[in-house]
């Protein structure tokens, strides 16, 4: 059975090799949905569970058309903002639902996208992901603090060699697990305090 210290660093490995899409390596020129996708799956293709997942798919990008989570292309095109935008998405799906993605993303579409005035997409964007580095640190120090205290878990309990590495899995599992859960809260009523805010109420 693998151990739980070699769990943990191969997480830290794959951790330290996380990069996000830098906005100078998306074309600035407008692609088509097939380009779309090939970029897509190319660039993310670290953080991808199994490796014949896709990253993006036709379909999925014609859902978040539909759900207003991506304004329609041009002609069948896609511009360096929709891409930034499917970039965001690809974060939040597994996290939000697509109303709450869509709550979330329409003021940025609409002051942001392609704006006449004001800070654009990218620049929201690279503000964003410019922390990436020192988020990145935190929650591996996060991971790791956690990993310490459950490594201590089940102590004097009279559980040894593989039924106690298993169980000191399981609470570093929970442990993880609580911290999403309750994160994930906290995004969902900030969201709804949002849905709430009479400036950021849908246009008729």
């Known amino acids: 059975m693998k151990t739980n210290e070699e769990r943990l660093q191969k997480i830290l490995e794959h951790l330290d090799g996380l990069d996000y899409i830098s906005p100078e390596t998306i074309p600035n020129i407008d692609l088509y949905m097939d380009q779309v996708t090939t970029f897509?799956?190319?660039?993310l293709?670290?953080?991808?569970?199994?490796p014949d997942d896709k990253v993006l798919t036709k379909t999925m990008?014609?859902?978040?058309?539909?759900?207003?989570l991506l304004p329609a292309p041009s002609k069948k095109k896609y511009t360096k903002e929709h891409i930034l935008l499917l970039i965001f998405i690809y974060y939040f799906k597994n996290l939000l639902s697509f109303n709450d993605i869509e709550?979330?993303?329409r003021p940025i579409t609409e002051k942001?996208?392609?704006?006449s005035?004001?800070?654009?997409?990218e620049a929201i964007y690279k503000e964003v992901f410019s922390q990436e580095d020192s988020d990145l640190e935190r929650i591996k120090s996060d991971i790791l603090e956690k990993y310490q205290h459950s490594s201590?878990?089940?102590?004097?309990k009279g559980i040894e060699g593989d039924d106690?590495?298993?169980?000191?899995?399981?609470?570093?599992?929970?442990?993880?697990?609580?911290?999403?859960?309750?994160k994930k809260q906290v995004i969902e009523q900030l969201i709804d305090d949002l849905r709430e805010d009479p400036s950021l109420k849908k246009k008729k």
């Not at 897509?40 to 660039?43: E, L």
């Not at 106690?164 to 309750?182: A, M, T």
């Open 45 to 50: 293709s670290e953080t991808k569970r199994y």
């Open 61 to 68: 990008i014609n859902n978040y058309a539909k759900n207003n």
């Open 103 to 105: 709550q979330l993303f």
């Open 112 to 115: 942001h996208f392609n704006p």
């Open 40 to 43: 897509m799956d190319k660039h």
């Open 117 to 121: 005035d004001g800070m654009p997409l």
């Open 164 to 182: 106690l590495e298993y169980l000191r899995l399981f609470s570093w599992i929970c442990e993880l697990s609580l911290d999403v859960y309750v």
């Open 152 to 156: 201590k878990t089940f102590e004097e």
